[in-house]
């Protein structure tokens, strides 16, 4: 690279930054849903995109001695370490391979969820969501609403009720005869 190119690629930068400031923020309204389209072993979900804080590929976990199957480790963010939950296991599917991805909740205490794919980001209408308990009782309670999509309906996984029951998991809270 020469020096011209590089001058010219840093002033090109500069442009695009300033001018982003320039542009309207986003808008978020009522009419729109955020979503995650995930996999979960093999089957597919929808996460709301406000009840995570991020999305992180081929992250190391580091395993941990229990008897909780779905607890697959920790793993650091920010110099915070976090429990890694198999989103497949805590929803009492099979645990085919390691997931990928994990999801870092929003919320305290901290929490990550693992999933196997990343199908999309999806901003839906309202409308579109089928709200209630989908087959929730059968989920460990973790599943509510129902999202309409072209390639088949998701259930929506409600990260606050996730993590509810990864306190129940973890001894903080009664275990419902049903989990044991």
Do not use: K
């Not at 597919?44 to 406000?50: E, F, G, M």
């Not at 480790?73 to 929803?91: I, M, N, S």
């Amino acid at each position: 690279m020469t020096r011209a190119s590089v001058a010219e690629r840093v002033a090109r930068l500069r442009d695009d930054f300033d001018r982003s400031f320039a542009e309207p923020a986003r808008v978020f309204d009522d009419e729109n849903i955020e979503l995650l389209a995930v996999r979960a072993g093999e089957r597919p979900y929808a996460i709301r995109l406000d009840q995570s804080s991020g999305v992180h590929p081929d992250r190391p976990v580091t395993a941990l001695p229990t008897t909780v199957q779905a607890l697959l480790g920790v793993a650091g963010f920010a110099g915070t370490v976090v429990p890694v939950y198999d989103l497949a296991g805590l929803l009492g599917h099979p645990i085919p391979q390691r997931p990928r991805w994990l999801l870092l909740t929003t919320g305290a205490p901290p929490l990550a969820l693992a999933f196997h794919e990343l199908d999309r980001h999806l901003r839906v209408p309202a409308a579109d969501v089928i709200h209630g308990t989908a087959d929730g009782a059968g989920q460990h309670g973790c599943l509510h609403g129902m999202v309409r999509l072209a390639d088949g309906d998701r259930p929506i996984v409600d990260v606050p009720a996730a993590r509810e029951l990864v306190h129940q998991l973890a001894g903080h809270r009664p275990v419902p005869e049903e989990i044991r």
